[in-house]
């Protein structure tokens, strides 16, 4: 690590930031102000209380209140939640499997394992971290969040007289991994700046035991249990790098060995399975190659190429079963799977439509002969399908219900590309109702950052809007990983601008198309998004006619200035470092906060979240009170700062759907 990664210092200059107030947390001023702001944007809401309440009762209406989850298989025992009408969260459920492919819940065996609800009667915020149940299924270990700064708590419980205690591990980030001795267990605690940095074996009968110290500050701890069981596994990852270390799960005090020692550059992630560490890696292509090797083995001298890198698609992900693996690609903005059966051809996954989302979801054991697929589109609700490893055949398990009257033939589902200033094809996902015609509103939703690709999902809820006319579109813009790991590096760094002209191309795409126009296109995006969502406004705010920013990371000049806050360094691989003068001119160039000028802007409706340690709540207070004080329109302007949440919003559903309404209002009235 450099000297200026260990010892880095604030850069923002004293004075040039009129609202910089806003950034002392508890200070009663603040939150006076932040409360006002909230207070402004309930009466702006509250001749719309019909509306939104409305919107509540219909969304509410399309979701079964009371449902039983699809239950998972686990030796002797079957595991499930439930969900009740009234209820926030759900009840976590166990009962003994009948037969050994049944999946039907025994009422008489059944035993509830942990409430939710029960838990949250003191608490304005509560989020669970991990459910981890262990091996010999006699332990349950979970952990709590109760802030929504993603600081837990770490319990766990005994299934056979529900003897309860609380592991002694202060900061935790809330992962919990079990030895195969069925008293260990490994966690990972954050340092000061929030970061996963330190794991740590734990034992009821012990002081917790420091296993490993991640002490490179763009470096990022997770630990989990391999596909085969038989190790643990370490992940250290920075942007563009990663190190994978592991010991056997049956000797938990065993040292940790190494796969392949860190190089800048080389990402790799690993599984085990029967023929020994499954690994993914690009160090022969960007697009990753597929490697073998061996427990014991030390460095990348000793991997056996398995699948070599394919230039025209990018492999995502390898699922590991014991008589198949399942190879996760990415073409042409769409997901395939290729599954790689013991002694028999690999063949593709055939899915049904033509934009979709699709990946393996976790639920079957690891000795057994299929595995689940989470499959869904725009019109399509969600469904899990069981997949034969040896054939191929697939089978609908459950699909998610849609109270009401709902019938997928009524939309329209599309694949659109819109054309970047150099030439670039940039996909859009677009659904309509069959009977839309003309220009209309349209919702554009983009993200664009950190290699995450928004796969087209179907959404209870956005059937509020079509069914009132609107079309809803994702801008799949570079940054994400839509295209490929290609697309992903020409939208980050010094190619960061690409972001924000594919979306505005996009943009002008649909309204050339004839599916909307400024006055009546609203975009949106959070996080990451949120920075999307003001840069293109600062840009072209005529195209616009309303935007939604929730939590947006809106002052990234500051923050990526400021190494004190949380999980800023780390920010510096996706962003760039700003004490390097050109990479400060880029982002100064396009954050939103510092672009603010006096023309007239959209109408806006932002979210912040008071315990958010990934976008500080003071990001969106700071750049709305800019706005307020420099745009020369009078527009709709809210603030909505969540006092008891973090990044992710508000924890209970019946609360989430609320907050939606509460959007689709401002959305429908402006």
């Not at 004293?14 to 200070?27: A, I, K, M, N, V």
């Not at 802007?601 to 969106?620: K, S």
């Amino acid at each position: 690590m450099s000297p200026e990664h260990n010892q880095p210092t604030a850069r923002r200059e004293p004075g040039t930031d009129p609202y910089h107030w806003l950034e002392q947390r508890d200070s009663p001023d603040v939150i006076s102000y932040l409360q006002a702001e909230n207070s402004h944007t309930d009466h702006w809401m509250a001749p719309h209380e019909a509306l939104r309440e409305q919107l509540f009762q219909e969304i509410r209406g399309r979701i079964r209140e009371t449902d039983l989850g699809l239950p998972s298989p686990k030796g002797d025992w079957l595991y499930y939640q439930r969900t009740e009408a009234g209820a926030e969260y759900p009840r976590y459920y166990r009962c003994r499997r009948q037969t050994a492919t049944s999946l039907d819940i025994d009422i008489q065996t059944e035993q509830l394992l942990l409430d939710l609800n029960q838990l949250a009667n003191d608490e304005d915020f509560l989020e669970l971290g991990d459910f981890s149940v262990s091996p010999d299924q006699n332990w349950l270990a979970y952990s709590l969040d109760t802030q929504g700064n993603e600081v837990y708590r770490l319990f766990v419980r005994s299934l056979v007289d529900g003897e309860e205690y609380e592991l002694p591990l202060a900061d935790a980030s809330g992962s919990l991994c079990w030895a195969n001795d069925n008293q260990t267990l490994f966690a990972i605690s954050l340092d000061d700046s929030s970061r996963p940095a330190h794991l740590w074996r734990l034992r009821r009968d012990q002081e917790p035991t420091k296993v490993f110290d991640e002490s490179d500050a763009l470096f990022y701890l997770s630990v989990y249990r391999s596909s085969s069981d038989r190790y643990i596994c370490l992940s250290s990852n920075s942007k563009n790098t990663s190190e994978r270390h592991y010991l056997p799960a049956d000797e938990p005090t065993a040292e940790l060995r190494c796969l392949a020692p860190r190089r800048s550059g080389h990402e790799y992630d690993a599984d085990h399975g029967e023929q020994g560490f499954i690994i993914r890696s690009n160090r022969a292509g960007e697009n990753f190659a597929l490697f073998l090797c061996q427990p014991g083995s030390f460095g990348e001298q000793d991997w056996q190429v398995l699948r070599s890198a394919d230039p025209g698609r990018t492999l995502e992900d390898v699922d590991v079963q014991r008589s198949a693996l399942i190879l996760q690609y990415r073409n042409a903005g769409l997901t395939q799977l290729e599954v790689l059966p013991d002694g028999a051809d690999a063949y593709q996954v055939q899915m049904p439509d033509a934009v979709y989302s699709l990946h393996v979801q976790s639920g079957e054991e690891y000795h057994s002969p299929q595995v689940r697929l989470r499959y869904e589109s725009l019109n399509r609700p969600a469904e899990v399908r069981a997949l034969t490893l040896a054939t191929g055949e697939q089978h609908v398990l459950k699909q998610t219900p849609v109270e009401g009257h709902f019938a997928p033939e009524e939309y329209r589902v599309q694949r659109l590309w819109a054309i970047a200033g150099d030439g670039a094809r940039v996909p859009i996902s677009l659904i309509e109702r069959h009977d839309t015609s003309g220009p209309g509103p349209l919702y554009l939703y983009g993200y664009g950052a950190y290699g995450a690709s928004m796969d087209p999902w179907f959404s209870h809820a956005r059937l509020s809007l079509l069914e009132r006319g609107w079309r809803f579109a994702i801008a799949h813009v570079r940054g994400g990983a839509e295209m490929g790991e290609h697309w992903y590096q020409q939208g980050k760094l010094e190619h960061k601008d690409n972001t924000f002209s594919d979306f505005i191309h996009c943009a002008e795409h649909l309204i050339q198309q004839g599916k909307t126009d400024p006055s009546q296109l609203v975009i949106t995006g959070g996080s990451a998004g949120g920075l999307l969502i003001g840069n293109v406004i600062n840009q072209r705010p005529e195209l616009f006619h309303a935007a939604v920013a929730d939590v947006p990371f809106v002052d990234v000049w500051n923050t990526m200035n400021n190494p004190e806050l949380p999980l800023t360094i780390g920010e510096y691989e996706e962003w760039g470092d700003p004490n390097e003068p050109e990479v400060a001119e880029r982002i100064k160039g396009y954050a939103p906060y510092e672009n603010v000028r006096a023309q007239a802007y959209p109408a806006l409706f932002v979210t912040a979240g008071y315990h958010d340690v990934r976008v500080q709540y003071w990001e969106a207070a700071k750049w709305v009170a800019r706005l307020r004080a420099t745009r020369t329109n009078f527009e709709p302007l809210l603030l909505r700062t969540q006092m008891s949440a973090g990044h992710g919003g508000a924890s209970g559903r019946y609360q989430a759907m609320r907050d939606i309404a509460e959007e689709y209002t401002f959305l429908l009235t402006v």
